[in-house]
């Protein structure tokens, strides 16, 4: 074994989300590499790994790490909440891999597209987009443009990212532009926060309401398509129009 | 416990994508209720279990079953491939529910969106949208009209059910669809066939040239945003456009 890396998603954070694949990668792995607050959900299932941590935004060091481990022989876990490909690190990493004597092994995870969508029932059981609201490394003219696609195209949508302390107001603005683009102000939305962690909270609310509503950055956005209903404290969108 | 029906994902199949909450609720459920095609990848797993299937189509009448042995006091296992809440079981299953004493418990799963992109490299690791092609239950102008908002909205596209003995031109069409919309030719696509299963088969190619493939029904597709490239043999979708 060795000059492998495991790009390991490992859902919301509890053990219970884990896959038998994802953990047979991060035991394999001579070291576990990972964003120092995320890393840190990890060490509470495996407190007897190695670790190497950086913070938020050093994506590209963290991949150096990476390849520089598995250059020198070891098995290696790059951890990212979620999966490992949906607004993950298996992009940054193979976008600056030039070792062909690296393996690169990327380990689906639970996105909170998929667990949020299960505390709230079932809002995204049709077609639906995801769209992050951070401006970071996209501009806002195409996150503008892609949830008017969306609310065109009649998707199910949801959003990650909602808010950031630079950012309170995004999702105001995302409710506005969806609301603009011909979504009805009673459309049905949900949002959790802490999916699947201590301290998680969820609602069952209308598009109106969420507009003026105030989340965190730990917090997944679901916007119903137009046949979206609540019933029973559940948000459902039927799987088809027939 | 009983009086509890778990709407289980169990991702492409193969034990290794069962999550620890998939690998419990089945452990624990008197009664495995799916698909008989799907629920025979659970009975190797789990050979023990007691099953009940029905065949393709017969949704409602398997959440009806399932409804019964809850209520009879048994904690029931809904089997879904993939995740049970895209489109799995778990939106049939509440909408047809009355019952207050049954609780529906949903275990989010590995949808094939996340395991074909895993295989592909990092296809979807921007915003993405999910559409089926199946029109037993949406109108295809329904499925047209997304298709091009997608590309309008230059979202990262995955397909699910791309064809069908029926439908063998679904594909095509939607391809014919989004270049239409503005999708170049040279457009960067993937596909898997038989995600983690026997016969995994997989590509990347341009768009031009997925519209001359044939797939089958157990193929997920992958269409790239505007800047979606290959290399190394991986699909590479970036994190941002900066």
């Known amino acids: 074994m060795g000059n492998i890396i495991y790009v390991v998603g490992f859902g919301p954070g509890d053990k219970m989300y884990l896959t038998g694949q994802a953990k047979d990668a991060i035991e394999n792995s001579d070291v576990v590499v990972g964003y120092s607050l995320y890393a840190e959900l990890i060490k509470k299932i495996y407190p007897d790994k190695v670790y190497i941590t950086t913070g938020m935004k050093q994506e590209i060091e963290r991949c150096q790490i990476c390849i520089n481990e598995a250059l020198a022989g070891k098995t290696v876990a790059l951890v990212c909440s979620g999966d490992a490909g949906v607004y993950g690190m298996a992009s940054p990493l193979l976008e600056i891999m030039e070792n062909e004597e690296v393996e690169v092994v990327v380990v689906a ?109 730990f917090t997944t956005v679901f916007i119903g398509n137009s046949l979206t209903y609540e019933k029973n404290g559940r948000m459902i969108t039927k799987r088809g129009y027939k």
């Open 109 to 217: 995870g639970i996105t909170a597209a998929l667990s949020g969508a299960a505390g709230l029932g079932a809002p995204i059981n049709h077609d639906f987009c995801l769209i992050s609201l951070s401006d970071l490394l996209t501009p806002w003219e195409s996150i503008e443009k892609r949830l008017r696609a969306a609310v065109e195209g009649d998707f199910a949508i949801v959003l990650y990212n909602p808010s950031s302390h630079k950012r309170k107001d995004y999702l105001m603005r995302a409710c506005e532009i969806m609301m603009d683009a011909g979504a009805s102000k009673d459309r049905i939305c949900g949002y959790v926060e802490n999916i699947g962690r201590v301290g998680e909270k969820k609602e069952i609310l209308t598009l109106e309401k969420l507009k003026s509503t105030e989340v965190n950055m």
